[in-house]
């Protein structure tokens, strides 16, 4: 069985239909330019994600984003930088 909210205009048509999974963030962390990690508590069931984004400009620069990896209880970022320079950037976490 459905649960959740669907919504309809008058011919009928789904309008909205919040019955889907949805995105819940968490948190986020600022890099600092260094490896890091975090942990967190998700509902069972749900898979975690993440959202990088730099705070810096990174158009036509040797920049690199941290890789980052998640778990259902932590998630953790390296930087892998054989050239170029880490970037600081802001990672969202949650989970859907």
């Not at 975090?38 to 890789?67: Q, R």
């Not at 050239?83 to 802001?90: E, H, V, W």
């Amino acid at each position: 069985m459905t649960i959740g909210l669907i919504t309809r205009d008058s011919s009928g048509v789904i309008t909205a239909d919040m019955t889907k999974n949805l995105s819940q963030m968490i948190g986020h962390v600022i890099s600092n330019r260094a490896n890091g990690t975090v942990t967190f508590t998700i509902p069972p069931g749900k898979i975690p994600i993440s959202i990088v984004s730099p705070l810096e400009p990174c158009m036509n620069t040797a920049g690199k984003l941290p890789g980052v990896i998640m778990t259902s209880t932590s998630m953790s970022w390296t930087y892998n930088i054989p050239s170029g320079f880490p970037m600081n950037c802001i990672i969202y976490y949650g989970y859907y």
